[in-house]
């Protein structure tokens, strides 16, 4: 199946700094990516979908100014997350559709605001 | 609007017994229906899909679904469990294909044990 990587794996930051996620197709391009967010035990949250070369759509609840997405390429999306505090502590999984309509999934961030 | 129901947040079987997860869903049209494996700190891996043809569908690791429209389900079968089966399995929805917005159940924790 195609791969999706996800840069970097784990990060801790501080409260009230910026992290930026990396969603890469790595052998597909992509015009549709999706953020999703995993709380511990839990199941998938559409946070957004992303769009090469347009705004993103964002879920109902989904605060689009904390949580920007750019997809500048048809290869790689990324989540940044603004002035981060330790309640978006949380896993950050990111999906690409390919050209047959299927979704595949990056391996996750771990994302932890101390 | 869409749904599905996972019954079972957690489920342990022997090894080389059957593996039974069950899924419901809810949905307005004829849905498109999925199921995930997530290994710890890891991304989803899609098993096995159902696209509105035959209604028994057969994935990778031996796994198998069978669509009952008549029951709105979606069980999970593995006619003998391994221990490398042990993992989070997730069922998803979705209404357009599976490349648009899947909506996903809570999860089953599998269990196998010797």
């Known amino acids: 199946g195609a791969v999706v990587s996800q840069h970097p794996s784990r990060v801790i930051c501080k409260s009230g700094t910026s992290v930026k996620i990396e969603c890469r197709s790595l052998?597909?391009?992509?015009?549709?990516m999706f953020w999703y967010r995993q709380f511990p035990k839990q199941s998938l949250m559409l946070m957004a979908t992303s769009n090469e070369g347009s705004k993103a759509t964002y879920e109902q609840g989904v605060e689009k100014d904390k949580f920007l997405i750019n997809h500048a390429s048809l290869t790689l999306s990324t989540l940044t997350v603004t002035s981060a505090h330790p309640e978006d502590s949380s896993f950050y999984i990111c999906?690409?559709?390919?050209?047959?309509?299927?979704?595949?999934f990056g391996p996750g961030t771990r994302l932890t605001v101390l | 609007a869409q749904s599905v129901t996972q019954l079972g947040s957690h489920v342990s079987v022997s090894e080389g017994a059957l593996v039974l997860l069950r899924c419901n869903y809810s949905?307005?049209?004829?849905?498109?229906l999925f199921w995930y494996v997530q290994y710890p700190n890891q991304g989803l891996q899609l098993l096995l899909k159902?696209?509105?043809?035959?209604?028994l569908v057969k994935g990778i690791n031996g796994f198998e679904a069978e669509f009952k429209k008549s029951e709105t389900s979606f069980h999970l079968t593995k006619p003998s469990a391994h221990m490398s089966d042990a993992a989070e399995y997730f069922c998803?929805?979705?209404?357009?294909?599976?490349?648009?917005?899947?909506?996903f159940g809570t999860g089953t924790q599998l269990k196998v044990e010797l």
């Open positions: 999906s690409a559709r390919d050209p047959t309509d299927t979704q595949y």
């Open positions: 159902y696209t509105s043809a035959a209604t």
């Open positions: 052998d597909f391009q992509a015009t549709t």
């Open positions: 949905s307005s049209v004829p849905p498109y």
């Open positions: 998803a929805v979705s209404l357009t294909g599976g490349g648009n917005k899947l909506t």
